[in-house]
């Protein structure tokens, strides 16, 4: 469900807008959060057969943090975020490659 969906429902059933059940969109974020996804996005990814994703190739961040006029107080602050989402997609991998490989096994 998108933002304007939920806005729309509740509008239509008269109850309050519950902010916290309200999906978020990436305009409600800050411009640094944007930056640190596209960043991310534009970096390369590190992938083994058997292994899976095994995270970013952080090889051109400089560049990229040049390109997206990243300040040097920002940086510790996009790295952490790069990190975070470093480690949510790696975890992710690693669950669905899990089921593939207990799928295979099962057969």
């Keep these: 469900m998108t933002k304007d969906q939920y806005l729309r429902m509740v509008?239509?059933?008269g109850e309050e807008i519950d902010w916290?059940?309200?999906p978020d969109e990436l305009g409600d974020?800050?411009?640094s959060v944007i930056d640190a996804l596209n960043i991310f996005h534009?970096?390369?990814n590190k992938v083994y057969p058997e292994i899976g994703y095994i995270g970013k190739d952080y090889t051109n961040t400089d560049?990229?943090?040049e390109l997206y006029n990243i300040?040097?107080?920002q940086?510790?602050?996009i790295m952490e975020l790069l990190l975070f989402l470093e480690g949510?997609?790696?975890d992710e991998s690693q669950r669905k490659l899990k089921a593939e490989y207990d799928k295979v096994k099962r057969k």
């Design 20 to 22: 916290k059940r309200c």
């Design 63 to 65: 560049i990229l943090f």
């Design 71 to 73: 300040k040097k107080y």
């Design 11 to 13: 509008e239509q059933t």
């Design 75 to 77: 940086k510790d602050w």
């Design 88 to 90: 949510h997609t790696v």
């Design 29 to 31: 974020f800050p411009d």
């Design 42 to 44: 534009s970096l390369g």
